[in-house]
Every structure is written in structure tokens, then in C-alpha cells.
């Protein structure tokens, strides 16, 4: 199956400041990139959907100007959670998916920890 | 609104003998159905797939069974084996493709016991 790539797998970051995560897809050309989240024994819960050159599509509830999503290339998109607390400390994971894909495939997940 | 409910949580089997998970949706412009299989601090793993036009699609030791009319699909793990323990979520959308969005079910952690 095509690769997908996250990183960092885990950060620490200390309440008030950014922390970003990048997601690329590495033998294809994701035309499509997702965002989700899970809290622990949860489900993974959809956050944005992206597509290459446009903004992103937020699900409801999700602030976009905390979360901002960019996906500047075909195989580059990143998360950036700006002014992060404590509360937003959860598992992150990306997937993508290319034109011809029946389905997306997933990156290895950030486990985000704001202290 | 939970649209994919996986109303188990946990399943322990024996190895050798069949698990077999479950999956109920409420939406029915689903038409296509996803498992993936989740191991911790990891991102989920592909493992099999079917459309709406379809009542079973197997895959060597995995099959997935859809009951429309039901809105229910089951997991076939047979014969189960140690490594099979992880977490499996069911996925739906409307819509085939991997732009499409995934709706998951909260998932059902899977114990292969020796």
C-alpha cells in the first residue's frame, strides 16, 4: 500500500504556544488529506478534510483559526495547533489518498501533550 | 449522533477459533464500508473493504459481511491468530474513493489468547 508519512510522532509543548505537524504522502500524489483525532478508547473523529491549492473544510465544532490546516503541495499537509492548552492534548492523525485510491491511507499518528 | 456504532468494546478469542466483530450504521446514504485495524500510539491500517452492491468480500483470512437491509456489517477472522490482537474500527462513507470522508465507529479491542 502507499506510504504516509507524520511527523513529529509525539511532542510536548508548553500551554500558550504552536506546535505544527506535517503529514506528506511519499510514492503518491494525495490529492486529498484528512485530519482527525482521537481521544483515548475513542473514535477517531474528523477534523478537516483538505485538498491540494484550497482551504480547508472544517467539520462543525472545529475552530479553523486554532487548528489551521495548509496543504501547499501534493504531498505535503500540516496542522498547526496555534495557542495550545492543555485540553487539546489528544492523538493526531493524518490520511491521505490520491485520485485513483479506493481508499485513504493513514499516517503513524502525533501524540500532542500541552503542559 | 453516532452514524457507526461498534457496540463492543473489547472481544477475546481463542487462537485457532473465529472472532468475529460487529458494525451497525444508521445512515443510509452509506455505501461503502471499511476495517481497519489500529495498533496504540499508531495510525490505522487498512485491512478490508466492501460496496453497498456487495453482501461479502473476502480477503485470506478476513471477510466482511454487509446486511443492508440490517444496516449491519461483520469482521471474519479465521482462523485467529496472536497477532491479530489490536484495535479494529468499522468506517462508512457515501461514496467510493479515498477522498471520500470516513465516518468510524468507536472501535472493539480484539485479544488473540494462546
Known amino acids: 500500500g502507499a506510504v504516509v508519512s507524520q511527523h513529529p510522532s509525539w511532542v510536548i509543548c508548553k500551554s500558550g504556544t504552536s506546535v505544527k505537524i506535517e503529514c506528506r504522502s511519499l510514492?503518491?500524489?494525495?490529492?486529498?488529506m484528512f485530519w482527525y483525532r482521537q481521544f483515548p478508547k475513542q473514535s477517531l473523529m474528523l477534523m478537516a478534510t483538505?485538498?491540494?491549492?484550497?482551504?480547508?473544510?472544517?467539520e462543525q465544532g472545529v475552530e479553523k483559526d486554532k487548528f489551521l490546516i495548509n496543504h501547499a503541495s501534493l504531498t505535503l499537509s500540516t496542522l498547526t495547533v496555534t495557542s495550545a492548552h492543555p485540553e487539546d492534548s489528544s492523538f493526531y492523525i493524518c490520511?491521505?489518498?490520491?485520485?485513483?485510491?479506493?481508499?485513504?491511507?493513514f499516517g503513524q499518528g502525533t501524540r500532542l501533550t500541552v503542559v | 449522533d453516532q452514524q457507526v456504532k461498534q457496540n463492543s468494546p473489547s472481544l477475546s478469542v481463542q487462537e485457532g477459533r473465529i472472532s468475529i466483530l460487529n458494525c451497525d450504521y444508521t445512515?443510509?446514504?452509506?455505501?461503502?464500508f471499511l476495517w481497519y485495524k489500529k495498533y496504540p500510539a499508531e495510525g490505522p491500517t487498512f485491512l478490508i473493504s466492501i460496496s453497498s452492491i456487495k453482501d461479502k468480500n473476502e480477503d485470506g483470512r478476513f471477510t466482511v459481511f454487509l446486511n443492508k437491509s440490517a444496516k449491519h456489517l461483520s469482521l471474519h477472522i479465521v482462523p485467529s491468530q496472536p497477532g491479530d490482537s489490536a484495535v479494529y474500527f468499522c468506517?462508512?462513507?457515501?461514496?467510493?474513493?479515498?477522498?471520500?470522508?470516513?465516518?468510524f465507529g468507536q472501535g472493539t479491542r480484539l485479544t488473540i489468547n494462546p
Open positions: 510514492d503518491f500524489q494525495a490529492t486529498t
Open positions: 445512515n443510509s446514504m452509506f455505501d461503502y
Open positions: 490520511s491521505a489518498a490520491g485520485s485513483m485510491n479506493t481508499e485513504a491511507f
Open positions: 468506517a462508512a462513507s457515501a461514496g467510493l474513493g479515498g477522498a471520500q470522508k470516513l465516518v
Open positions: 483538505s485538498n491540494e491549492g484550497s482551504k480547508a473544510t472544517y
